[in-house]
């Protein structure tokens, strides 16, 4: 039987500690959104929310800015239970909205290796769009894999290097719904 048990994820919760506060990251939200309000007012952007991971900081972010923009979203993974990305992303959704000659500002929680920012955003530069701006929650200082996204557009707060999970991180598909950011202890690294 699994491991992965509601009980033993209250244990991982119990033994992880708090590395960003639920304040710290409302204030972040507020910074990210007054930067792409200044910059992107007059752009009529699509906001796309990069799926699991992005749900949070997309409606976080995108609620805060007030002029027109349209909402999409992808679903791209390389991680799934792992704590190493793949070399290739699991494409689970594509957009639906035509990105030919728009911003997109692509939203998602955490920059790491690198590799998901830059392949999405090489997607939409193939499909035409006009500009691809990259915004996270938490740049995480972690050696970029080759070809990942060395800095993105807009970033929250930087963070160690360290496995997160919290504001939509996942610990085995889990406590995506934890309000603030904690570590994992090591020896739930399993
Ligand atoms: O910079 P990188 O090293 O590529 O890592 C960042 C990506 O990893 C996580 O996604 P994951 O693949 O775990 O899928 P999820 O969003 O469904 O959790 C996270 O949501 C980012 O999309
Ligand atoms: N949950 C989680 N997913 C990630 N994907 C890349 N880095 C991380 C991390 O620290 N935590």
């Known amino acids: 039987m699994s491991k992965i048990t509601p ?10 500690r708090v590395i960003v506060p639920q304040q710290t990251l409302e ?6 959104a007054t930067e792409i309000t200044q910059n992107h007012i ?26 027109p923009l349209q909402v999409d979203y992808i679903h791209a993974s390389r991680y799934g239970n ?6 290739m992303l699991n494409w689970v959704k594509t957009p639906n909205i035509n990105p030919q000659g728009r911003t997109v500002i692509l939203f998602d929680d955490i920059l ?7 392949e999405v955003k090489r997607y939409y530069e193939d499909r035409g769009a006009l500009n691809v ?4 929650m938490l740049d995480k200082k972690a050696p970029r894999d080759k070809g990942g996204l060395i ?16 504001f939509g991180l996942d610990y085995h ?18």
Do not use: Q, W
């Open 42 to 67: 007059k752009d009529n952007p699509i906001a796309v929310c990069v799926m699991n991971g992005g749900l949070f900081i997309t409606s976080e972010i995108v609620k805060r800015l007030r002029f």
């Open 151 to 166: 800095k993105a557009d807009y970033a929250g707060l930087e963070v160690e290097n360290e496995f997160l999970f919290g």
């Open 82 to 87: 792992e704590y190493t990305g793949a070399n």
């Open 27 to 32: 204030a972040s939200f507020e910074k990210v």
């Open 173 to 190: 598909g889990y406590m995506r719904n934890v309000p603030e950011i904690r570590a994992v202890d090591t020896k739930h690294m399993i």
């Open 133 to 136: 701006l990259t915004a996270v």
């Open 112 to 118: 790491d290796g690198g590799l998901t920012l830059a």
């Open 7 to 16: 009980t033993f994820i209250k244990e991982v919760f119990d033994a992880s």
